[in-house]
Each structure stands twice: as C-alpha cells, then as structure tokens.
C-alpha cells in the first residue's frame, strides 16, 4: 500500500524518536560522574537545591510527555481521517523531552543519598521508555498492531509516570490527574472511547494552556 506524504513524514518522526529512545536507554545504563562537592553547609545546600530542581524538571517532562501521549490516543482513534502532522507534533514532544528527562534522572540517582530510591527511580524510568516504544510502534500508520495495543500502551506510560513521579515526590494534583486518564484508556471498551478521547482533549489543552502561562 502506497502512504501519502503526511504518513511518510509521520514514519520518519516515529523512528527518529525510536532512536532517541534508545539512546535514552543506552544513557541510563552508565552512572553520571560529577566531582567531590565536598559535605559541609554549602556544599550540602548546593547539592539540595540541585536534586529539587532535577526533580521539578522530571515532574514537568513528564507533564508535557503525558499530555502529548493523551493527544497521539486522541487524535489516532478519535478520527476516521487522521491529522499525521499533529500526531507527529505530539511524538517530538515526547522525542524531545525523554533525553532530558533522563539526563535529569541520572543526576538525581547521582545526587540522591537514598540507594534504594535510586534504584527505584532507574527501574521506573527504564519501564517509560519501553512503554513509549510500545507507544510509538502502535502510532505507526497502517499499523497492524490493534487500537487496544495503543490503549495499552498508554496506560502503561501513565503507570510508568506515576512510578517515576511518587518515587522522587513529584506527583502533584495536575500530573496524577493525566496519569489516571492514560491508564484509564486501556481499560476503555468501545462505546467509552469517545467520552475519554474529550477528556484527553480537554486535559490536554489545559495542560497547554499551563505550559503557555508558565513560560
């Protein structure tokens, strides 16, 4: 079957952000190496003032992550012609945003004086970004895959934010409220879809609109 240019291109977007992924994977498989900052008050204040900021920056990556992946479920089975330019905007958000979100991980790992946290924190980040692939390969156009693989694959995105976000305390109000709507989607029999889909598209603008007012 011959694909138009705007499936093309949307093809393209998918296996530049595969590649992203994996060398997102491949980042986290190495522990970042920082020097001795030292352990008396200032270094300790620097060291604290870094960790809550890598910390604020995983909370809003994941923010925009959730949102896009809202809008790929919305705009592929809501339609019976899909927008393939917008459904590529939302997987660059997701492209574009995972490496730093995993840069941000490594540096809390490094920073963090809780191991276990750590360990934690490294498993769950491992678990978003195979769900994203699962995520991307369901999105491809013409795909084979069913629509629940792209349901399913949601939902694991959002259990997978939710484990990244309680692990270092950044499961706020606005980010619990998407994860529940993308794990929501899997379990979304047919005559449902389409009230989560308006749902997906109402939180999904509101998160724009959040992300506009903070800039």
Known sequence: MLLSEPQRALISTIEATHTKIKESEIELETKAQYPEIGSDAAAKKWKQVTLDTSKQNVGSQIAAMNAATAQVVTLTLAQDEVDHHAVGAAITTIG????????????????????NMGDKLLDATRHLCKAFSDLLRAAEPESKEPKQSLLNAASRVGDASTQVLATIGEDT??????????????????????????????IASTCDDQQTQNR
């Open 96 to 115: 574009s945003n995972l490496p730093e979100m995993t840069r941000e991980v490594k540096k809390i790992i490094a920073f963090t004086d809780d191991q």
């Open 173 to 202: 109000a606005e980010n619990k409220e998407l994860q529940d709507l993308l794990m929501s989607l899997a379990k979304a029999v047919a005559n449902t879809t389409a009230a989560l889909v308006l749902k997906a598209k109402n």
